[in-house]
């Protein structure tokens, strides 16, 4: 036989199971279309970063700025500001075309309905800056900014706050609001949900910076190239201020946003990766399924003289077939997804294509399929030709022995990897985490079947006695193929598992953070700012005068290089501290002098510091002071690792940033809360938190991260349901005899749904517990393994875990619709016609 | 003509008579339109007498499995009426039809007559089970002891041999003591041995508990076990023979053959 002819039987039975063909494409459909709406989104999403970037930096030639003492690597924290009077050195510089010192800061739009402009956190950025009428802003309508009192805001911002020319708007800054006229608007093109306000240069650094400073100074060129340039500028400047060329800086911006996208990819991608992953259990369970259903057809091909080779071809000829379709759809479903994903962040745009998802789609598409379809296309082949002659045939059943001791063999050594990543000192512990789990998965599933016949038994019990013969004969039919119930179940097992291990984290990150703020958290109340945006000192005063207020002390957050690394350090009111944070200390004194550090036990012990040990700091102005270690407490979430003085903060720091007010309160109540609401009423970018709302913030937190991650693992969870349905379909196509028999000696079609539906649920409910299990299990590893960070309390979720099992039961009953409502419809007498 | 069967040209028996546990009256299936139009059964009527074992002959596509289907209520008929005691079964909806089936008929098939994740005795009290009715235990020991499968209860039915799976099928069919049972090919697929004995428990079952028993058959030997043998050609009752020996039928089945037409 050639080719061809086994090509026409690969053809001939793609057409005749359109069904099959449709159902197992589903899987790779779904799957791709995760990854190719990853990749197309977060290309458009590059393009229009690198878009923005390009424009913020087009006419710069040389940058001057300060030298970051402490990096922090991501870029965290501004830089100090540059002395006003290097701007009028650089105007002596041959070459240097319009030297620009800008002002850059936090400032919020407080809209017409009093409420605050841009999402408050984490959100995009609500920028201040000085008005320099070059760079990316261009006016749109009115005029530039000339005095204090008057602003320019972007044109979307000003559109959605509904302020319009000449209208007095509320701008927060880190001092307080300012009120001032609209005296413009600006267009500066997409901004991606940023907000920007602009003052004229002398009231943006008073309220932004610092009077007489600039954030940096950005300069043209009148010929020299940036290089050249750049080297004569360095000549004039002081010391602790660099220059830069535009390339670079624009380079700069480039590449930090270009890392957050590529992390944001990667972690789309782990969750693409999962969904393929749960696929390929369905292709394989159906490629089975076809090739076991198929069985006599393939014994004829053998016994009129095709080749094994050729019949695994012919299988493998199937599966490429269904691959490259399913990609096609995939990649199409994808492109529809990112086109959702980009009209949910807001703003518009068209989608930006390369040849990389399409390319990416094909692949992991078509190679899913074809590996997963390799072992049952070799199972094809070792039809003996003899079985095209024989009424019963069964394929060659290897034994359950091999898997039990290669699923143990897996499960086992994914264990020890997931140990490894978990509990060892790896530098990249989500390798060895993610191949563990990959493993475990693996493992699970091959001692499915092995785990499938007590565990069917006890699931299937109910439906024996509620629904009596129709329980009996679905609990039987479950437990009749125990290698296709588990890899149904264990796709569904996966997505669980998975979506039960994020629970038991969150849960336990609730509970943990719950129990911190009972144990060390001693005030009555926090003020912390909503967005990104710092307190004032004078904000400290005020809250001091509110009534029913005893003491109210600012806490300030800074960083600082301990022999060249980077740590950070709370400072402050010391008493306000210690009591707010309820610090418990094991050795030295509580008082801090000016120059004292106190350190937690594991800083300490760590660095072998000892009470009275001398630690050198480099503080972000460039200057090193050695501060004397004062005392040591117990571990404190609130506090962090190190305490300095507040006199040594403010001394280094140019523009001192207040992190929270910690406030004591005569009698905390409504009453002092009310009172201190009304003394921020001003400030809609502040909030008054005590322990309840703490904790409810946390909690409304570390839900929204769940459902995230929930929402990505659902997905899969819808690619297992398809398994299901799947897998009944062609059982009910198996069994079309036996159903027949079934209708004909008087089982009613009601009773023929209730059995096939009772069945899916029983596959359904196998894999969730299988998949809670596993979850509890990795959650419970990871917390363990995050103890030290502060996750100290496991708690397992088990509300959420049983509804967990009742949507498993439900997805059961839905999965079962189709092939249940097929199965009633069958025609008895075809179905008992013997051929 | 004897006085239990009637050809199509007699007249009918009258509605509610108790000596007939099913009849037809002059029942047509055709199936498709057109040129492809096909009489399977043409104006049929028939009584099948009380705690007779009656046979029904005929050559390939005589129309003989279509008359037992349509009579025991599996497939509908084009025209005419079929009563299954005083039933009207034309009338009932696919429900009534079922619990029908349930109640009151027993099936034998030629293959796939058993559920193969059930025992063999899970099998035979399958149609109570699922009607949820306790099976009688006396009978269900007569019935067991009868067809000699009591070490076999337990086994499952790829355990047993085709004639032990054929008497699983023919218990089954009596547990639930249906007023009738329709056998299709009982021995089709088994060995002459094992086909005798099958054959010689349903003759039993007729003479002494008193079952009414059809089977279509067209082997002249099988055939010779029943009471009486209708005899169906193109889709009409043309004869029917009282005590047939296996000599009579083949001999009566001879003068039908078409040209062609192989009665096997």
């Known amino acids: 036989m050639s080719a061809v002819p086994m090509a026409r039987v690969t053809l001939r039975n793609l057409a005749a199971h359109k069904i099959r063909l449709v159902l197992t494409a589903v899987a790779v459909i779904l799957g791709v279309a995760f990854v190719a709406g990853t990749l197309v989104f977060t290309d458009t999403m590059n393009k229009r970063f690198d878009d923005l970037f390009n424009r913020i930096g087009t006419n710069v030639a040389v940058d001057v700025r300060s030298v970051k003492v402490v990096d922090s690597g991501n870029d965290g924290e501004a830089r100090p500001p540059v002395p006003q009077a290097v701007l009028a050195k650089l105007r002596t510089v041959d070459g240097v075309k319009d030297p620009v010192g800008t002002v850059d800061g936090y400032a919020a739009l407080v809209g017409r309905n009093g409420k605050v402009v841009g999402s408050a956190q984490n959100g995009p950025p609500q920028l201040g800056t000085n008005w320099t009428g070059d760079g990316i802003a261009r006016l749109a309508t009115g005029r530039a900014p000339q005095a204090a009192g008057e602003v320019v805001i972007d044109k979307a911002s000003a559109k959605k706050a509904g302020y319009n020319l000449g209208d007095a708007v509320t701008v927060l800054v880190k001092s307080g609001p300012q009120h001032a006229t609209l005296v413009g608007t600006a267009d500066i093109g997409d901004m991606m949900g940023a907000t920007l306000v602009a003052f004229d240069t002398t009231t943006a650094q008073k309220l932004l910076l610092k009077p007489g400073y600039y954030s940096e100074i950005r300069m043209g060129s009148t010929g020299a190239d940036e290089a050249t340039l750049r080297d004569r500028v360095a000549k004039v400047l002081p010391s602790g201020t660099e220059a830069v060329t535009g390339a670079k800086l624009r380079d700069e911006n480039k590449s930090q946003v270009a890392s957050f996208m590529s992390f944001f990819r990667t972690f789309l991608l782990v969750f693409a990766l999962i969904s393929i992953f749960v696929g390929a259990f369905i292709i394989f369970n159906t490629f089975s399924m076809l090739v076991a259903q198929r069985t006599r057809e393939l014994a004829l091909l053998r016994a009129i003289g095709a080749a094994r080779s050729q019949v695994t071809r012919a299988v493998i000829g199937e599966a490429v077939a269904v691959g490259f379709v399913g990609s096609t759809l995939g990649l199409l479903a994808g492109v529809g997804l990112a086109e959702l994903l980009q009209s949910t962040t807001g703003s518009g745009g068209s989608l930006t294509f390369t040849v990389t998802p399409v390319i990416w789609s094909y692949t992991v598409g078509i190679v899913v399929t074809v590996v997963s379809a390799y072992f049952p296309a070799r199972r094809a082949a070792k039809v003996p030709p003899v079985a095209a002659m024989r009424d019963d045939v069964a394929l060659p059943q290897r034994s359950m022995r091999i898997r039990l001791a290669l699923g143990s063999l897996l499960t086992l050594a994914g264990a020890a990897l997931m140990g490894l990543g978990l509990f060892g000192h790896v530098s990249n512990p989500a390798v060895p985490v993610g191949a563990g789990a990959f493993a475990v998965f693996l493992g699970v599933a091959l001692l499915a079947p092995v785990i499938s016949k007590p565990a069917v038994r006890v699931l299937g019990w109910p439906f024996a006695r509620l629904l009596r013969t129709p329980g009996r004969l679905a609990r039987q039919n479950a437990l009749r193929n125990p290698r296709r119930t588990a890899a149904t179940a264990s796709a569904l097992m996966i997505g669980l598992a998975l979506i039960t291990a994020v629970n038991v984290l969150g849960s336990s990150m609730r509970s943990s953070v719950e129990s911190q703020v009972d144990k060390q958290f001693g005030a009555d109340y926090v003020i912390e700012p909503n967005g990104a945006g710092g307190l004032s000192p004078e904000l400290v005063a005020k809250v001091k005068k509110t009534d029913g207020v005893t003491a109210a002390g600012a806490v300030y957050s800074g960083s600082a290089k301990v022999s060249g690394k980077r740590v950070s350090y709370s400072a402050g009111d010391t008493a306000e501290l210690l009591s707010g944070t309820r610090a418990k200390f094991v050795s030295g004194s509580q008082t801090l002098p000016r120059d004292g550090m106190f350190v937690d036990e594991d800083t300490a012990k760590h660095n072998s510091w000892t009470v009275g040990s001398s630690v050198p700091l480099l503080f972000p102005d460039g200057k090193t002071e050695t501060l004397k270690i004062a005392g040591i407490y117990a571990k404190n979430q609130f506090l962090g690792g190190r305490v300095i003085n507040e006199g040594a903060y403010l001394a280094h720091t140019a523009d001192p940033s207040v992190e929270v007010i910690i406030v004591n309160a005569k009698k905390a109540g409504a009453e002092t809360k009310h009172a201190l609401e009304q003394t921020l009423s001003a400030r809609p970018d502040v909030k008054v938190q005590d322990q309840a709302t703490l904790k409810a913030d946390a909690r409304k937190q570390i839900d929204g991260f769940v459902s995230f991650l929930t929402i990505l693992l659902v997905m899969s969870v819808i690619i297992a349901a398809v398994g299901v349905i799947n897998t009944l379909a062609l059982s009910v196509i198996e069994r079309t005899r036996e159903i027949g028999l079934l209708r004909a000696i008087g089982i009613s079609r009601r009773q023929l749904r209730r059995m096939i539906r009772a069945e899916s649920v029983v596959i359904a409910v196998f894999g969730a517990v299988l998949g809670i299990g596993i979850g509890v299990a990795f959650g419970a590893a990871l917390q363990h393994a995050l103890r030290k960070q502060g996750l100290n309390v496991l708690s397992v979720p088990v509300g959420t875990l049983i509804t967990y099992l009742v949507v498993a039961a439900v997805i059961g009953v839905l999965a079962a619709l189709w092939p249940a409502w097929r199965a009633g419809r069958m025609d008895v007498l075809k179905a008992i016609s013997t051929e | ?264």
Request: one cysteine or more; charged letters at 25%.
């Open chain 2, 1 to 264: 003509m004897t006085d239990s069967a009637r050809s199509t040209t007699d007249a009918a028996p009258a509605p509610g008579a108790g000596d007939f546990a099913a009849r037809s009256q002059r029942i047509s299936k055709v199936y498709g339109s057109g040129d492809a139009r096909v009489i399977a059964l043409d104006g049929v009527t028939v009584g099948i007498p009380r705690g007779r074992f009656t046979a029904v002959m005929g050559p390939s596509g005589s129309g003989k499995s279509t008359l037992m289907h349509c009579m025991a209520g599996l497939d509908s008929v084009t025209d005419g009426e079929v009563f299954i005691g005083d039933t009207n079964l034309t009338r009932l909806k696919d429900k009534a039809l079922t619990r029908l089936r349930r109640d009151k008929i027993g099936f034998i098939f030629q293959a796939f007559n058993l559920v193969p994740t059930l025992t063999a005795l899970e099998n035979i009290t399958l149609p109570m089970d699922i009607a949820g009715r306790r099976p009688d235990p006396e009978w269900l020991d007569r019935v067991v002891d009868t067809v000699g499968l009591r070490p076999r209860l337990k086994h499952r039915p790829s355990e047993l041999s085709g004639g032990q799976q054929q008497r699983v099928a023919c218990a089954r069919a009596l547990a639930s003591r249906p007023e009738i049972i329709f056998a299709d090919e009982p021995t089709g697929n088994l060995d002459s041995r094992s086909g005798a004995e099958v054959l010689e428990f349903l003759r039993s079952s007729v003479r002494e508990m008193g079952q009414t028993i059809v089977m279509v058959t067209h082997d002249p030997s099988a055939a010779a076990y029943a009471d009486q043998v209708l005899f169906l050609t193109d889709g009409q009752i043309v004869d029917t023979m009282a005590q047939p020996t296996a000599e009579r039928v083949l001999e009566r089945m001879k003068g039908f053959e078409l040209p062609g037409v192989s009665a096997r």
